[in-house]
């Protein structure tokens, strides 16, 4: 059973298209996280939501959208693909506050490649 | 503002050979964690360990041990005799301790290739 599961894996498409990617987590976990891995193999939050409520959002375009429909999904939309949004994006989740300690180890999807054209 | 350096952007050894990745960290918390993850070239993240600011004890497990060194922020890791399967992206992190914010500020990563 995959823990913390990402569709698709590979995201090929064109500039100016809307595109998301989802995430599903099956560890009771109440934190999940969007992290992007740029072309130099960098890793950088974006967003962070507890409970479905958004905790970190870092300097991110407003193309981009977060949606959590309940604590196990934490889905990515982008609008207005650019050919800057290529990357490998991942998902996380680990215990929120107020779950056993400790804490704070996330585990991590498996990442969607997107290719933007 | 928390950061993480890891300075070794690439390293190649020779199998069996014994290898260190250094990582230092900055932070004005007194309560954080460390963590070391693992990317193989499949491109998933691994974690391997996390460690808190109050233990100091280094820690062994099988071929890999730590080291962790508040008095030079370090927490460096070290795998013995190396193999093959060793190879990959090897990340350190850093995220506080308090509050809702668990993010993890993440180094540069060390390439490590183990050759035959």
């Not at chain 1, 998301?20 to 992290?35: A, F, P, R, V």
């Not at chain 2, 309560?31 to 280094?58: A, H, M």
Request: aromatic share 12%; hydrophobic share 30%.
């Amino acid at each position: 059973d995959t823990a913390v599961s990402q569709t698709p894996k590979y995201l090929v498409t064109q500039m100016g298209n809307d595109k998301s990617i989802k995430c599903e987590q099956n560890l009771g976990h109440d934190t999940m996280y969007w992290y992007k891995q740029d072309s130099k193999k960098f890793l950088k939050i974006m967003f962070s939501y507890n409970n479905k409520e958004l905790i970190i959002n870092e300097t991110v375009p407003n193309r981009f959208s977060p949606k959590s429909p309940d604590k196990a999904h934490l889905n990515l939309h982008i609008n207005s693909l650019e050919l800057g949004d290529s990357a490998v994006y991942f998902c996380a989740s680990s215990e929120g506050p107020g779950q056993s300690l400790p804490a704070n180890i996330q585990y991590f999807g498996a990442g969607t490649r997107l290719s933007v054209l | 503002a928390q950061k993480v350096t890891q300075a070794q952007t690439e390293i190649s050894v020779v199998e069996k050979e014994d290898v260190t990745l250094d990582c230092v960290y900055e932070t004005r918390d007194t309560t954080y964690y460390l963590f070391w993850y693992k990317q193989p070239p499949s491109g998933e993240l691994v974690f391997l360990i996390r460690r808190n600011s109050f233990d100091e004890q280094n820690e062994i497990s099988g071929r890999y041990s730590w080291n962790f060194q508040k008095s030079t922020s370090s927490f460096n890791f070290t795998i013995t005799a190396s193999q093959v399967v060793d190879s990959a992206v090897y990340f350190c992190a850093l995220s506080d301790g308090s509050g809702s914010a668990r993010q993890l500020t993440f180094g540069s990563g060390t390439q490590l290739t183990v050759l035959p």
